[in-house]
């Protein structure tokens, strides 16, 4: 590689624990006056989870409408076996790194298990955390018409917008019987119907319908006068969501039937990580004056001739005055 080369190969590289600012995406900032606008325009809305400030940023410039900041992170970036046991601090600490990363898409952020279930004012008190310490522009409560009055005290008493959950709610999945499919008698999607309806009463602005027959998330989408957003629940609703790590298979103990497979970075994951583990091996990383940093060369000369004197060592690397041959063959 000649000199030139290395210079400008070292002037595009950025020191990560001080990168180079991000770009403006040129994508207008999402409110919920725009989520309305789309709903009135039959215009389907895009929902994404996001969990830190990478998986934030790549919404952010994909143009997504709502980032979710759903409590499967305690799934599917904490490594719990549910989505119950994940903590409201760690809620809010993940809720501040995707508000980092996400200038444009409005962002919803779940209300975790225990944090509202109690009473009125721990749900409001909770709920005015989120939004303050979390940067949430708005929470999600998986629950039915038994949530109605918490719901309310949200909206109208603490004025902060409330996303309902229902169908399959996965912090009370072991009530429900596990990971299942809801809504599929009559009498458990006249349930659902009851749901929603209570809950839009309550004064949510939108709705997840999760993992509920296509049928019953269309009746529920055409009652409602708010948007439905699916996931597992057909192509009726107003919007959808996934959940990211599914979608792009970087969570490995399975994937729903109802999530589509956009990428397979896990395995590409793990490649890289090989493929730098055998580079370390053989030396072949890093590349003398690709990813290293140079003394100034008056102070690089004087500091080869004091090592040289005082510790009898010849140093090896690149020279200012022209390449040397460096100790890690490439």
């Not at 606008?37 to 830190?52: G, H, N, S, V």
């Not at 596990?178 to 309550?202: I, M, N, Y």
């Not at 004064?203 to 957003?229: D, H, N, Q, Y």
């Amino acid at each position: 590689m000649s000199r030139s080369a290395l210079i400008a190969a070292k002037q595009m590289r950025m020191y990560s624990a001080r990168p180079a600012a991000r770009d403006a995406t040129g994508h207008p900032k999402v409110t919920i006056q725009t989520i309305k606008k789309l709903y009135a325009e039959q215009k389907p809305i895009a929902m994404m989870t996001a969990y830190d400030y990478p998986t934030s940023v790549a919404c952010d410039r994909a143009g997504i409408d709502m980032v979710l900041v759903g409590d499967s992170l305690a799934m599917v970036a904490l490594g719990h076996d549910d989505t119950s046991q994940v903590t409201m601090d760690e809620m809010i600490h993940h809720s501040k790194a995707v508000a980092r990363g996400s200038r444009s898409p409005f962002i919803v952020t779940d209300l975790p298990f225990g944090s509202y279930q109690s009473d009125e004012r721990t749900a409001v008190e909770n709920a005015i955390r989120m939004v303050k310490e979390g940067r949430a522009e708005a929470v999600k409560l998986e629950a039915g018409r038994r949530a109605a009055s918490k719901i309310e005290a949200i909206v109208h008493g603490a004025g902060i917008p409330v996303v309902g959950h229902i169908g399959l709610t996965p912090q009370t999945a072991v009530a429900l019987g596990g990971f299942r499919v809801q809504g599929k008698s009559l009498a458990s999607a006249q349930s659902l119907v009851d749901d929603a309806l209570a809950l839009q009463e309550s004064g949510c602005f939108a709705m997840v319908l999760e993992a509920m027959p296509s049928l019953v998330a269309e009746t529920i989408t055409r009652l409602l006068r708010v948007p439905t957003i699916g996931i597992g629940a057909g192509s009726a609703t107003s919007g959808q969501v996934l959940v990211l790590s599914d979608m792009v298979g970087l969570f490995d103990r399975f994937t729903p039937k109802f999530c589509q497979s956009f990428g397979d970075l896990g395995p590409r994951m793990a490649d890289a990580v090989e493929e730098y583990k055998k580079d370390v091996r053989k030396g072949a990383f890093p590349v003398e004056g690709v990813h290293t940093y140079a003394m100034p060369a008056a102070a690089e000369e004087r500091w080869r001739a004091y090592v040289q004197q005082q510790f009898g060592l010849e140093l090896g690397g690149l020279k200012h005055e022209g390449i040397v041959e460096s100790t890690v063959q490439v």
